[in-house]
């Protein structure tokens, strides 16, 4: 298998048809394309612990707020388990282990009670012994929560892509055998090890690549845009004091021109000939203006901010980017493909689906991308 082999066959096929909901939440969480997609919300999905580890991986993502993951692991602490007489359910589901130490890995400046968890998470453990791929899962979960890095018994795959995911510093080593995991079982059809081997695959390509992405073409723009995504969960927006003196401090995204000065700093360091505000060709009495242009791509990226919701709004951001699409990538501008870059101020994730695949399928369109507001910046 060469390397466009591998990732076709890790990326190509993804089916979340019945996957677990807290499955798809760690699914989205290791994954930088799974990532993308609309959040895992869960709602009324009848398992209440998996409630509770959707929201420790939504928590770590940045998407959600901490109350009721809070209320999840006070009902979880009040349990037993391990007490014979009753089926375990939560105790020896290690993806949702995960998932709770993750969220208590987000709340850790918080005084939080764990040692009921570091207990459980210890007969977990034990119990899973004979599962290497989901025993993992409750190592990693101890681990996480002890704020420790993971150890040598833990999987390579699952390590470097929760490592990954985390912004941690990960092994040379450990991502190179973790990397022919993913050349060995590159077809494997489990869900939670599929978005690993994806998680591990652009880890490594970015360890090789480190991204001065001289010679790159348009699908490489896409894939910077894309993951801003991911790294929103580091975004300053601060609840409360972190530093002494210094008070809590929220970046906020108040129209297109912030929007447009975060794409700039992100992509100007990889694409140096990058233009704002460039003028482009006449059309009768107007002068188009591209918000940001790559011209050796003749690629531009046009950010629009969409700040109320309902049809007649969606239907109008369709109107305008149409629009756009018809002035820049005339004859003579010197463009000929268009990323439409929205920052979605209501979360009308259902309405993606609609919204992308119209637009993309108009001459020129190379990607719509579609940025929801974090749930932190609710405040």
């Known amino acids: 298998m060469d390397i466009v082999d591998i990732k076709q066959a890790i990326y190509d096929g993804w089916d979340d048809k019945d996957v677990p909901p807290h499955v798809l939440a760690f699914c989205r969480f290791v994954s930088p394309k799974l990532r993308l997609l609309p959040g895992v919300e869960g709602g009324t999905i009848g398992v209440p612990y998996q409630q509770t580890a959707i929201n420790g991986f939504n928590l770590t993502l940045g998407q959600d ?23 375990e359910r939560f105790a020896i589901d290690g993806v949702a282990l995960l998932g709770v130490a993750l969220g208590y890995r987000a709340l850790q400046q918080r005084d939080v ?52 995911a985390l912004g941690r510093q990960i092994c040379k080593d450990r991502r190179a055998n973790a990397w022919q995991s993913v050349l060995e079982n590159a077809e494997d059809s489990d869900p939670s090890r599929k978005a690993a081997f994806q998680g591990v695959y652009e880890a490594s390509v970015a360890a090789l690549a480190r991204l001065p992405v001289h010679g790159a073409g348009v699908p490489e723009l896409v894939e ?13 927006f601060e609840t409360k004091q972190r530093v002494k003196s210094v008070e809590p401090e929220q970046w906020r995204m108040m129209h297109e021109y912030h929007v447009q000065n975060l794409l700039w700093t992100v992509l100007r360091p990889i694409f140096p000939d990058l233009e704002d505000e460039e003028s482009l060709k006449k059309l009768g ?31 109008k951001l369709t109107d305008e980017i149409a629009a756009d699409r018809s002035l820049y990538l005339r004859d003579g501008t010197g463009y000929n493909s268009m990323i439409a870059f929205v920052w979605d101020e209501c979360r009308q994730t259902e309405e993606y689906r609609t919204l992308k695949n119209g637009l993309e399928s108009l001459d020129g369109i190379e990607k719509v991308i579609l940025l929801p507001k974090p749930a932190k910046m609710d405040v």
């Open 65 to 87: 707020d901490e109350k009721e993951f809070l209320a999840g692991v006070e009902h979880l602490s009040g349990r037993s388990y391990f007490t014979g007489g009753k089926a």
């Open 113 to 164: 009670d764990t040692s009921w968890f570091l207990e459980l998470v210890e007969k977990s453990i034990d119990a899973l012994n004979d599962d290497p791929w989901y025993g993992g899962f409750a190592r990693a979960a101890k681990l996480v929560v002890l704020n420790k890095p993971f150890d040598e018994e833990m999987d390579d795959v699952l390590s470097v892509s929760i490592d990954s």
């Open 224 to 236: 910077v845009l894309e993951g801003i995504a991911a790294s929103m969960s580091h975004w300053t």
């Open 285 to 315: 009495h107007t002068t188009p203006r591209a918000d940001l242009g790559v011209p050796s791509l003749g690629a531009i990226v046009e950010v629009k901010f969409l700040r109320k919701k309902g049809q007649s709004q969606l239907k």
